[in-house]
């Protein structure tokens, strides 16, 4: 199973930026971000694919998040620009999703992080 090591989750104002990391400890073809807040379902915020670097958001953060990938380091990185409150999740890194074309599909997902807290205030 591939092992994922998350970092850069921490408290930040509205309209701050913050990047996200998570190395792999070997390559997969999907990684993704998702999000989960307290008393809410984890939902996908991102995806990139392979050797493409073919990139999927979430509609509640185009245009303020972007997902990238160094496949040389096994890393994938999430920025965040202009954060805000509802943003405030537990943010988690998956790879090696299986049985399904849906990158929002968590089950599908074989390795999960730990999860890093993303804390944005008003």
């Known amino acids: 199973q591939v092992q994922l090591v998350e970092s850069g989750g921490r408290s930040v104002q509205a309209g701050g930026s913050l990047r996200l990391s998570c190395t792999a400890s070997?390559?997969?073809?999907?990684m993704a971000w998702f999000r989960q807040a307290p008393g809410k379902e984890r939902e996908g915020v991102a995806a990139v694919y392979g050797r493409s670097r073919t990139t999927f958001y979430a509609d509640s953060v185009k245009g303020r998040f972007t997902i990238s990938r160094d496949n040389a380091e096994n890393t994938v990185y999430l920025q965040m620009n202009s954060l805000k409150p509802e943003d405030t999740a537990m943010y988690y890194c998956a790879a090696d999703l299986r049985g399904s074309s849906d990158w929002r599909y968590s089950p599908g997902y074989k390795s999960w992080g730990q999860g890093t807290q993303v804390t944005v205030s008003s």
């Open positions: 070997e390559y997969t073809s999907v």
